[in-house]
């Protein structure tokens, strides 16, 4: 029984074997033509993830060398130090301009952002950040930028936008690592524009969905703040 069985399967491997080889007699020059087309697209691929590689490493480079300067260029001056921030982020910009994929292009407009932070230029940073955000939605520091966009809407008393960028991060990135800060900041905001039913609900969400958070305990102490009982999950 057990050599039968290892015959059929022979059978079939080699009736196989015969048909992959009268297609190829019948079929040469379809078979010739189908490998160089294969071996063509290897070597292009081949040489594209060669292309792109290098690229991106050239641009981390320049982006590193910019940046390097930046910080060289630092003076207790105000005018020279704006001056020199202005020529880093005009530098920044054909760089990231000139990007097609990679760090630079995904994430330059973070970085540009920052260094307007740093500087507490908060409407450069807002508009930076937000250009991040609409480029790279997806990812791990959209977020993040969003928060540091609400935070520059802040320092400049716009606590109207702030209010709609916290909006914005709960519909979008309610589940994200930083659930929680958007919850606790968006009650913070809620807070601050006088919607207390609204800033107490925001807290809640921190209490009962993220009891160990460090936020959980700055909400617990806000709801005090505001005579109120934080609930219990």
């Known amino acids: 029984m057990e050599n039968r069985e290892i015959n059929i399967r022979r059978n079939i491997v080699e009736r196989s074997l015969m048909g992959i080889k009268d297609y190829i007699r019948k079929n040469s020059k379809t078979v010739i033509y189908g490998l160089i087309a294969l071996i063509i697209i290897i070597v292009l691929a081949g040489g594209l993830i060669i292309y792109i590689d290098k690229r ?48 630079v292009h995904n994430n330059g407009y ?46 400049m008393n716009d606590n109207k936008g702030a209010l709609e960028i916290y909006k ?11 659930a929680d800060q958007i919850y606790y900041d968006l ?10 039913f609204k800033s107490r609900d925001s807290f809640n969400k921190v209490v009962i969905s993220f009891p160990r958070s460090d936020f959980a305990q700055k909400a617990r102490e806000r709801l005090v703040m505001l005579g109120l009982s934080p609930k219990k999950a």
């Not at 914005?168 to 930083?178: H, M, Q």
């Not at 009650?187 to 207390?196: K, N, S």
């Open 56 to 103: 991106e490493t050239t641009e981390l480079i320049k982006l590193e060398q910019i940046l390097d300067a930046y910080k060289n260029l630092q003076t207790s001056n105000d005018e020279n130090r704006i001056q020199a921030l202005e020529n880093t982020v005009k530098s920044l910009n054909a760089l990231i301009e000139r990007s097609f994929f990679g760090y």
């Open 187 to 196: 009650g913070r905001m809620y807070q601050i524009e006088g919607d207390l």
């Open 110 to 155: 973070y970085i540009v952002g920052g260094l307007y932070y740093n500087e507490r230029k908060y409407a450069q940073s807002k508009d930076y950040y937000l250009k991040f955000v609409k480029r790279s939605p997806k990812s791990i520091f959209a977020p993040l930028g969003l928060q540091q966009a609400a935070r520059s809407c802040e320092y």
């Open 168 to 178: 914005r991060l709960e519909k979008e990135y309610a589940g994200s690592p930083v």
